[in-house]
């Protein structure tokens, strides 16, 4: 069996498609997928109904991301602040407009269910952004910096590399676990397109809102798959942005 993460998404639903079929998924792979499933591209709702229906055949975990939070609170309590529609959100709405009342009920208890966080059995943290206690994500007082945070992956791209952890003042948070996975922070802002790897954390987050493409990586191998740049696949929109 293998452990796959998946990085975000942003309503890029052929990208995550062609990405899962060019890594040959199957029943007995567990699917750890890192947030933000919405707000970009033109199919989230139907990203969202793809997830739904994916966990009934297959072993998935979900995380939560920023995105989802927000599109949670619009579906569930018809919150919509501008920021969240400039910033993806009008794409989902718009989403989700094409489909009916009993659909767009059955979403609700996904965008309940998301994991702020999972730890696997080798002490490995799944999470979308981070987490500011030294202790670990399990003794934050509030969860929002598990989908909010981008400290935990600054700190680890900002340690000195020709440094080792006993000749540097190595970040507590980095020792907590044997290896971190998160997304939320594109790593097409340090010009990357592919997994990054700093420190004891792993960059997910290839920039499938933008211009890059949606990534899965086996944990153990660090074999990695991706899509087309997701913006290839839907070469009349902009993504994210456009907003």
Known sequence: MRTLVIGDIHGGFKGLKQVLDRAKITFKDQLIFLGD???GWSESAETVAFLIALSQENQCIFIRGNHDDLCHKWLAQGEKPQLWVHQGGQST????????????KNHVPFFENLKSYFIDKENRLFIHAGFQNLKGPQYEYYDTAAYWDRTLWETALALDKNLTPEETLYPDRLKIFEEIYIGHTPVTRIGKTVPVNAASVWNIDTGAAFKGPVTVLDINSKEFWQSDPVWMLYPDERGRNVY
Do not use: L, N, P
């Not at 709405?93 to 767009?104: L, T």
């Open 37 to 39: 499933y919405v707000d």
């Open 93 to 104: 709405i718009e989403s989700y407009s094409k489909m009916g009342d009993k659909e767009i």
